[in-house]
Structure formats: C-alpha cells, structure tokens
C-alpha cells in the first residue's frame, strides 16, 4: 500500500515539476500555458485530493487510534495539510479560471499563489516520505496491513492519467509529461 501511495508521490512530483515550469514562464514573462496550468490543477484535485490523501488519511487514522502513543504529529499536522492542499488548491483553480475567460489578474499575484501551493504540496510530500512512511513502516504490522487494504478495496479507481490509459482530458499534460 505504501508502494502504491509512494508511486503516487513520484506522479505528483513529475507534476510539480510542470508547475515549476509555468511559474518561470510567468515570471520571464514568455508565454504561459494556462490550459495546462489548469489541467495539472484539475488532475490534483482530482486524483490527489480525492483518492490520495482519503486513502492516507485511512492508513493515519488507523495508525493514530491503534499504533502511536503521541497522535498529534500524525491526525493534526497532516490532516490539517491536506485540508490546506485542498484550499490553496481551490484558491489557484479559481484564480486559472478567471485568466481563462480573460479576467484582467496581475500575473504577479498568480505567481505568488503557485509558488505557494508548489511549497506547500512538496513540503507535504517530502514529509510524508521522510518521516511519516518510515514510521509507518515500522510501526505497521502485516495483519495491520491487511486490515487496511481490506478497506482501501472500495477506494480503488483507475488512474486518468497515469493510469492504463489517458483519458482524453489529460492528453496534453501526457503529451508535455513525455516531451520533458
Ligand atoms: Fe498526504
Ligand atoms: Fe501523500
């Protein structure tokens, strides 16, 4: 299970990375690809917020209730970036969605937002990485894990992008996720 949450956090940093690219075309002034801003946006809400972190909150709840002696670090810190994620997250697609039918938005402002939200998603996911999966992983037992995937069953869905197959939505962020 950790596996696959791992697998998830190399797919969200690939997309980071796009982020990053837009942010310096914004701040160079060249021409920026809002479209793909919007769709990287669009995918982590879609796939980050509600399938990634549900399925780490399960594993964190079970962790807090069963396995630790001191629940804070887990059920406060992370919960509460998740739901931060989620804000800023909405805040940016917002934001992306004016630009898009020509809302005149200072590109200074949108830059800071998405700087932001890049330090925020990676500051989580650098932690999650580093501190929480290790303690997981040694705090877990099998038949922990067992108990856990037996729940995550119902939380299983196909990946839209990095799945089986690119759904038309996500073409062009597959295209320029193979170009770079
Ligand atoms: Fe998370
Ligand atoms: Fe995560």
Redesign the pocket.
Known sequence: MLDI?HQ??IN?AKLLNVLRDILAAIRSEKPVRFNLLRDVLSYLREV?DTH??PR?DLIYEYFTTYRCSDPSIVTTVLKEQHKQIVRKGEDLQELVAMILMDAVIPLDSVATALEQFIALQQQ??DY?ESTIFPLLRRSLTEDDWRHLEHNWMHMTEDDPLFGREVKERYQDLAAQLLSA
């Open positions: 949450l998830d956090h969200i980050a990634h972190h780490e989580h996911l999650e």
